[in-house]
Every structure is written in structure tokens, then in C-alpha cells.
């Protein structure tokens, strides 16, 4: 019995003429991901095949759980397409199983079998009521459901389904620049941008001594589960104690993490534009906080013209943190390191900025000439699936 793995696309059945730069996108990814595995893999429009070895198959479906562009995958029997072999290989496998009801159901994408789908359904359900005793139909909730795709030249049985996550391929557009705290909400904003097949640089705004490596460390093992969904991440991480210090100095203490957040946007957008980020992602969602307030964001976003997507946007804590579960960054997301917002959080942060305070206050003190200082310092950590390697880059 031949088996291979059948997989099925996600959302890339929307795409017509480039549909092919998606499959092939979605064929350098699964090979990066089981690169250090025997496999083959057969791609075509409409699915891919991966030839495997069963000893294999444990780690091979934990990789595949994490690709994007993979809506469901099964393990499926290869059969040539004609009645006697899908007879014989349908014995074959139910014969291997303990079960006491079942079902057969069947897709049949060649329309030149001489029996339509249902007939076929039918002809197999007969043929291993014949051969298997003390065992019956139940089409509503059959213990085993075999699934057979009839197919030119080979045909597939299979008995199981394993879901993926769906969306595109990562890579499939271009980079986006993560703002990546050691919160909740920006790592579960980095895997919905994963999602949408963007390749993503990670940010990290530290403010030492006033915060530990140990909140770095903390941003780093984000992006390392981060990356079990992707290539690679590099991880940017600015100075910002500087900036962080005058503001506190000098500015109304009200409107300090206003300012905080539009020196931030400034930073984002020359590092976006020095690493050929099209876009910055962050994780801000409407109304959690002071800074977040419609009000917030306008007088924030007002520094900049670059695009900000914000994935959490208008999802609320409870639904984010259900993500964070799944992707499992949740646990070290609640970690208790000092983040640089909260180090200087004001009392009473302004939750209505207006726009002409926020520009007088940050004109205290030489903001254009610490942010090119941070934007030069930053200095860029490698994280890797396999191992995170680190390395201080001049940019
Ligand atoms: P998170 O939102 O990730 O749970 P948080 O709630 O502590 O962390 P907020 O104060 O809500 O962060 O900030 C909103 C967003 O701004 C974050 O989701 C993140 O994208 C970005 N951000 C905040 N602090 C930092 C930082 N130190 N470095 C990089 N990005 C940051
Ligand atoms: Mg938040």
C-alpha cells in the first residue's frame, strides 16, 4: 500500500491567473519546513502531493499544522484509477481498522469513470460489507469515514482529515515591520499578518537600564514561536532609553506615552523604509487602553503616512487571548518583565489628545536627532526555527 500525503489549499482558490506563484510559495515552504526530512513533493493547481516515510509522519504533520496556505491535508492510500484496485485497496485499509459502522463517500473529478459518484460510493460500501463481517452503513455518524477521490491515472482512499490554518503562503506578500512588545496582543497580531502571507521583521523598543534583558529575552522567545510559522524573523531592537528620558523630563506627564507612541510611529517608518517594509503592524486594539482611543490613534498616526495595519484592531481581550493560547505565546506573554511603556506610564495618560498639545509639548527637546541616534543604533537579532542566532548588524 502506497501512502502519501494529499494536501489541499487554503484560501488560494480565489486566485485564477497567479495561482501558481501561490502553490509554488506554499511548495518553498513546506520544503523549508521539512528540509531536513526524506520527502518528495508533487505539486499541481488544484493540490500537492508528499511522498513520505511513515516513521516520519509525527513530525511531518506538527510542521504542516504550522504552514499557511494549507486549509486540510489527509494520509491517503494511492490506488490506480480502476475498480479492481480501488476494490482491493478499500479492503486492504478497512481490514486494518476496528469499527462498527461506516460510511463511503466520493469525489470524482474524472468524468470518463464509468460509474458516477454515487454509484461508486455504493459499489465500495458493498464491497466491504462483503468482506468484513459484524459490520454496518450509518451515513450520519459513521465510526469510519472512508473518502475516496477519484482521479486521472491514481485515485486516493483515505479515512482522515487534518485541518490547517488556511490563509496564503508566507512570502507570498511582501514584508511588513512588527511592533513586537512583550504584551499579549502583538504577537497574536504578528501570526494574523503571518496569515495573510506577509513576511515579517519583528521592533522591540527597549529602555535599559529602566528595563531588563531579561524583557528582551522575554521579546525574543515571541518571536521564536513566532517563527515556527514562517522562515525566519529578524528582530530589530532600538535604544529608546534616550528619547524615553526626555520625554519624562520634559513634556506634560498627561501626554508623555502620546508622545512616546508618535516618536515610536517615526522610528517604524525609517526602519520599515530602511529594511523594505511596505507596511507597519502593531497590536493595538480600539479602546483598550488611553493610548488606543480613536481619539489616541489619530493624534498618533498623524506623524506618519506610511500604512498601519492593526490586526487585534477590533478584536476584544478575550478573543485575542484565545489565539495567544493557541499559538501558544500566551503563557510567556504574561511573564512579568517591565515593558518600556510601562516603566513610564503616567498617572493620568490624556485619553483625548489634541493634536496641537501633543506637536507643542514634543517640541521640548531635539526629538529629529535622538531618533536618527535610534535609528542607527538599532542593532538586529536573527531568530531562526532552528536555533536563534545572534549578531549585532549596523544598519
Ligand atoms: P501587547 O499589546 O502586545 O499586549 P501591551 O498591551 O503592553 O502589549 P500596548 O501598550 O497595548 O502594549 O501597545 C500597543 C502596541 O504597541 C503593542 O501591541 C505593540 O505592537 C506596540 N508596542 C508597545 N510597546 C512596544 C515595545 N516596547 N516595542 C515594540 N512595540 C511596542
Ligand atoms: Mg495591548
Given at each position: 500500500?502506497?501512502?502519501?500525503?494529499?494536501?489541499?489549499?487554503?484560501?488560494?482558490?480565489t486566485?485564477?491567473?497567479?495561482?501558481n506563484?501561490?502553490?509554488?510559495?506554499?511548495?518553498?515552504?513546506?520544503?523549508n519546513?521539512?528540509?531536513n526530512?526524506?520527502?518528495?513533493i508533487?505539486?499541481?493547481?488544484?493540490?500537492?502531493?508528499?511522498?513520505?516515510?511513515?516513521?516520519?509522519?509525527?513530525?511531518?504533520?506538527?510542521?504542516?499544522?504550522?504552514?499557511?496556505?494549507?486549509?486540510?491535508?489527509?494520509?491517503?492510500?494511492?490506488?490506480?484509477?480502476?475498480?479492481?484496485?480501488?476494490?482491493?485497496?478499500?479492503?486492504?485499509i478497512?481490514?486494518?481498522?476496528?469499527?462498527?459502522?461506516?460510511?463511503?463517500?466520493?469525489?470524482r473529478?474524472?468524468?470518463?469513470?464509468?460509474?458516477?459518484?454515487?454509484?461508486?460510493?455504493?459499489?465500495?460500501?458493498?464491497?466491504?460489507?462483503?468482506?468484513?463481517?459484524?459490520?454496518?452503513?450509518?451515513?450520519?455518524?459513521?465510526?469510519?469515514?472512508?473518502?475516496?477521490?477519484?482521479?486521472?491515472?491514481?485515485?486516493?482512499?483515505?479515512?482522515?482529515?487534518?485541518?490547517?490554518?488556511?490563509?496564503?503562503?508566507?512570502?507570498?506578500?511582501?514584508?511588513?515591520?512588527?511592533m513586537?512588545?512583550?504584551?499579549?496582543?502583538?504577537?497574536?497580531a504578528?501570526?494574523?499578518?503571518?496569515?495573510?502571507?506577509?513576511?515579517?521583521?519583528?521592533?522591540?523598543?527597549?529602555?535599559?537600564?529602566?528595563?531588563?534583558?531579561?524583557?528582551r529575552k522575554?521579546?525574543?522567545?515571541?518571536?521564536?514561536?513566532?517563527?515556527?510559522?514562517?522562515?525566519?524573523i529578524?528582530?530589530?531592537?532600538?535604544?529608546?532609553?534616550?528619547?524615553?528620558e526626555?520625554?519624562y523630563?520634559?513634556?506634560?506627564?498627561?501626554?508623555?506615552?502620546?508622545?512616546?507612541?508618535?516618536?515610536?510611529?517615526?522610528i517604524?517608518?525609517?526602519?520599515?523604509?530602511?529594511?523594505?517594509a511596505?507596511?507597519?503592524?502593531?497590536?493595538?486594539s480600539?479602546?483598550?487602553?488611553?493610548?488606543?482611543?480613536?481619539?489616541?490613534?489619530?493624534?498618533?498616526n498623524?506623524?506618519?503616512?506610511?500604512?498601519?495595519?492593526?490586526?487585534?484592531?477590533?478584536?476584544?481581550?478575550?478573543?485575542?487571548?484565545?489565539?495567544?493560547?493557541?499559538?501558544?505565546?500566551?503563557?510567556?506573554?504574561?511573564?512579568p518583565?517591565?515593558?518600556?511603556?510601562?516603566?513610564?506610564?503616567?498617572?493620568?495618560?490624556?485619553?483625548?489628545?489634541?493634536?496641537?498639545i501633543?506637536?507643542?509639548?514634543?517640541?521640548?527637546?531635539?526629538?529629529?536627532?535622538?531618533?536618527?541616534?535610534?535609528?542607527?543604533?538599532?542593532?538586529?537579532?536573527?531568530?531562526?526555527?532552528?536555533?536563534t542566532?545572534?549578531?549585532?548588524?549596523?544598519?
Open positions: 500500500m502506497k501512502k502519501i500525503i494529499l494536501i489541499k489549499y487554503g484560501e488560494l482558490f486566485k485564477k491567473g497567479n495561482r506563484f501561490f502553490v509554488t510559495k506554499l511548495e518553498q515552504n513546506i520544503m519546513k521539512l528540509k526530512i526524506d520527502i518528495k508533487h505539486k499541481n493547481k488544484s493540490f500537492m502531493q508528499i511522498e513520505f516515510n511513515d516513521k516520519d509522519f509525527k513530525i511531518i504533520n506538527e510542521k504542516l499544522s504550522k504552514v499557511f496556505g494549507i486549509h486540510a491535508y489527509q494520509v491517503a492510500n494511492v490506488v490506480d484509477t480502476n475498480i479492481e484496485s480501488l476494490d482491493q485497496e478499500i479492503i486492504a478497512a481490514k486494518e481498522k476496528d469499527f462498527k459502522t461506516f460510511k463511503v463517500e466520493t469525489k473529478s474524472l468524468k470518463s469513470f464509468p460509474l458516477n459518484s454515487m454509484e461508486i460510493s455504493k459499489h465500495l460500501g458493498g464491497v466491504i460489507l462483503k468482506n468484513i463481517k459484524n459490520i454496518k452503513v450509518d451515513v450520519k455518524n459513521p465510526e469510519v469515514l472512508f473518502k475516496v477521490e477519484i482521479k486521472k491515472d491514481k485515485s486516493y482512499i483515505y479515512t482522515n482529515t487534518y485541518y490547517g490554518l488556511g490563509g496564503y503562503p508566507v512570502g507570498s506578500q511582501p514584508k511588513g515591520m512588527l513586537l512588545s512583550g504584551g499579549i496582543d502583538s504577537p497574536v504578528g501570526f494574523l499578518s503571518l496569515k495573510r502571507g506577509i513576511v515579517i521583521d519583528a521592533v522591540y523598543f527597549e529602555a535599559i537600564p529602566h528595563t531588563s534583558i531579561e524583557a522575554k521579546v525574543e522567545s515571541l518571536a521564536k514561536k513566532l517563527v515556527e510559522y514562517t522562515n525566519e529578524r528582530l530589530h531592537v532600538v535604544p529608546f532609553t534616550a528619547i524615553q526626555e520625554i523630563k520634559n513634556c506634560h506627564p498627561a501626554y508623555t506615552i502620546t508622545i512616546m507612541r508618535r516618536m515610536m510611529y517615526r517604524m517608518e525609517g526602519l520599515a523604509k530602511k529594511n523594505n511596505l507596511v507597519i503592524i502593531n497590536g493595538e480600539i479602546g483598550q487602553v488611553a493610548s488606543q482611543t480613536l481619539t489616541s490613534i489619530n493624534v498618533i498623524e506623524v506618519t503616512n506610511f500604512p498601519i495595519i492593526r490586526p487585534v484592531a477590533c478584536l476584544d481581550k478575550l478573543e485575542i487571548m484565545n489565539i495567544a493560547k493557541k499559538i501558544d505565546t500566551y503563557e510567556t506573554s504574561i511573564l518583565y517591565e515593558d518600556c511603556c510601562t516603566v513610564f506610564v503616567p498617572k493620568h495618560p490624556v485619553i483625548n489628545p489634541k493634536l496641537e501633543a506637536k507643542e509639548e514634543e517640541q521640548k527637546f531635539d526629538y529629529q536627532k535622538l531618533i536618527g541616534l535610534a535609528i542607527n543604533d538599532t542593532f538586529t537579532i536573527k531568530i531562526t526555527a532552528e536555533e542566532k545572534k549578531f549585532e548588524e549596523l544598519l
